[in-house]
């Protein structure tokens, strides 16, 4: 009986999602999948983490729209 429910611990699957908030503006998130700890420390630096990649990715959107669409200079 223990045996079976270590497998069965074992095969489960663990999934952490962090959210990529720019301001109110979700950009992305950020997943770990089975295999990844996730204590206290660890989170917050995630969450620290999950925050610069969203400010950055938001920035080259908006780069890239600006190469795109903006202003024609002569």
Do not use: K
């Not at 999934?15 to 660890?42: K, M, N, W």
């Amino acid at each position: 009986m223990r045996r079976t429910i270590q497998r069965t611990l074992t095969a489960l699957v663990l999934v952490v999602l962090i959210p990529l908030l720019a301001g109110d503006e979700l950009v992305g998130v950020l997943t770990l999948e089975r295999g990844h700890v996730v204590d206290e420390r660890a989170r917050a630096l995630l969450v620290s983490f999950a925050s610069q990649a969203a400010v950055a990715l938001r920035n080259a959107r908006l780069f890239a729209q600006m190469r795109c669409c903006g202003p024609c200079r002569s």
